[in-house]
């Protein structure tokens, strides 16, 4: 009887809100009555599925079938989630109660209740949700023929305008900008890479545009030292000439971080990271760029490049990959730069190393020459080869502006004072224009050096002479370096253009770009390419 007398209401409810006297079919069911009814003009339709309830359960329970504007969407969430429940248990039949029952009508919201209405008004939802599905993807497919066509027709004048290749060191400070990437191979590995591609800068009919090698040379991995950023390979003075000389050489440029940055290369902690992000970036970015003349797919050489710490982690990557070549594979090099080094005695290797030793070091030289004696004599083919540096260099009154003669801050004049700082505060002799002692010693009167130079003292200089101060950057980095750095890399960056100098000058422990040449002569001899 209680059944009927709701049905007989909800009847009565639709056949006065639908003008059309459209039919509602009923399901009658020994547990409640599902009834269709229309909502707003422009939005889905709800069923009311009726659900048995007791009395606490109905003090618990919302029925809203038209939500208030103010909460609109709080209420249509709630009482989405209570016509799930209620219709589980209408599906399911858990919804007789043992003893007295009571009817709580409960708006449904989910899939199998769902209508857009009857008549003008259903036909009206129909075209709302049309429209809503169809305009954004024909923007969006207007735009990406748009971006084609454009690319198109870049391409069109690449090939039939007469083409000028333009240096691109000229016009100031050279722009060794560079990409950071988050790599992951889910679920256990990431680690933050530094990505600079080689890139030309060519003129079309007056206009530059930057071109990039889709197949390059090959790839140099570079892994930093202790104490440094591995971004610091793209503002400090050694760093730079050996970015700029192997990008010249068409390689692609590649850093890793370490697990602790500003630490040393922790073999447990970093090893495994470093295989499976190489492997990673090799399968994303490199794959399918290289072609044979035959058609075939073919990895460009890939080299590798550590400095102190970053030397002793790139000998033990060799000796792992020399154990277990497949689980490395791609990620294999060709050939290694090792500076500043001694390897261990345990680890063997066979993948060409040169190695590039301090003049001032005699430790390292020695234990360097013996490995070297050692592999030519068992295996010969001048597989490992040295490369000593000229030993300690004077600082003139020109250092610094021959160091950074692409960057218009540091004249001539300005690298004359900072000559006579280092010379009026005992750092380098007045009559010999050497360095007096270990520059790593008198790290406080460098310091002060460093900060009377730094940005925020050359802006207020720029200011008195009506010099724009967003123009004064740290020495050797370009304002789109800068715009990439973090806040702790451009602090780095104000300081290490003058340590790194006399550190090399000193000719004992510190990442050197002399002989690097030679380096990538070494690793065109040993060239390698892996096939796809």
Known sequence: MQEANIAQTALARILKDDEENATNDSN???????????????????ANITATATEGDKKDRISMAYPSAPHQWINSSINTCYSIVSYLEHKFGLDTPPSKIDVDEVPCYILPCLTCGRGERGRSNIKTI?????????????????????????NMRLRNSHVKYIPPQLGGVKNLHFRRHVMRDWPSYSREVLLRYPELTVSIDGQELEARM???????????????????????????????????AGLIIVVFTKESELGCWDWDKDWETI??????????????S???PDGSHFYPPMYAFGASSGGAFIVNLAAKMKEDKESFGPFLFSAMNVQIMAPPENLEWDIPTVFTVMNGDERTKQMVQQRVTAVEETMGNGLFKMIVTSGRKRVSLGHFAQVFEDDPQM?????????????????????????VANPRFSNDVIASISQKYDVEARKEIAKSNNVDPEEVTPFGASKRLIGGLTPEEVNDAESIWLIEELNVAWDEHEITSEGF?????????HSGFQQQ
């Open 28 to 46: 009658n069911s020994s547990t409640g009555i599902a009834n269709r009814r229309n909502l707003a003009p422009s939005s889905f339709a709800s």
């Open 290 to 292: 290289c072609f044979a």
């Open 130 to 154: 049309i429209s809503l599905i169809f305009v954004p993807f024909f923007l969006l497919f207007f735009f990406l023929l748009d971006d084609i066509g454009r690319v198109m027709m870049r």
């Open 411 to 435: 004249t001539s004049v300005l690298s004359s004072d900072i000559y006579q700082d280092l010379t009026q505060l005992g750092v380098v002799g007045f009559a010999s224009n050497q360095l």
């Open 517 to 525: 040449g030679s380096v990538l002569n070494f690793f065109v001899e």
């Open 275 to 288: 295989r499976q992000i190489g492997k990673k970036f090799i399968k994303g970015r490199i794959q399918g």
């Open 214 to 248: 889709n197949c390059p040379r090959g790839v140099l991995y570079l892994f930093h030292g202790c104490h440094r950023y591995a971004a610091s390979f793209f503002y400090s003075p050694q760093g730079r000439q050996i970015v700029s000389m192997a990008n010249d």
